[in-house]
């Protein structure tokens, strides 16, 4: 059974920041394309960015220089590092693991950028 739970959300002020970590079981992430993707509210879900199984990683525009996504083998964890947050950040946010045409997702967690 694979298991994504993702953890670290929470509100933060303006120019703060937060690490969401997500943690799997059930696969190991290494060979996955790990992604976090957000939703805030009336908007589509997103790619905020992904890491490939070769360590390739991707970012969407408004983040990039802000966000950094990382992963553990050991630890069979995926981060997000999350700095100078911005209102436009908030959004519940979620872990997926993809292996096409299979992927997984984690229930998501709340990060909440207000002052």
């Known amino acids: ?8 959300g929470g509100l933060v002020q303006p120019g703060g920041s937060l690490r969401l970590s997500c943690v799997a079981s059930g696969i190991i992430v290494s060979s996955y394309t790990m992604g976090w993707y957000r939703q805030g509210p009336g908007n589509p879900r997103e790619l905020v ?5 070769a360590g390739n990683t991707n970012y969407l525009g408004s983040v990039k220089g802000r966000f950094t996504i990382s992963r553990d083998n050991a630890k069979n964890t995926v981060y997000l590092q999350m700095n100078s947050l911005k209102p ?3 959004a519940v946010y979620y872990c997926r693991a993809a292996y096409p045409p299979v992927a997984y997702w984690g229930q998501g967690t709340q990060v909440t950028v207000s002052s």
């Open 1 to 8: 059974q694979v298991q994504l739970v993702e953890s670290g």
């Open 49 to 53: 960015a992904d890491i490939t199984s």
């Open 88 to 90: 436009e950040d908030t």
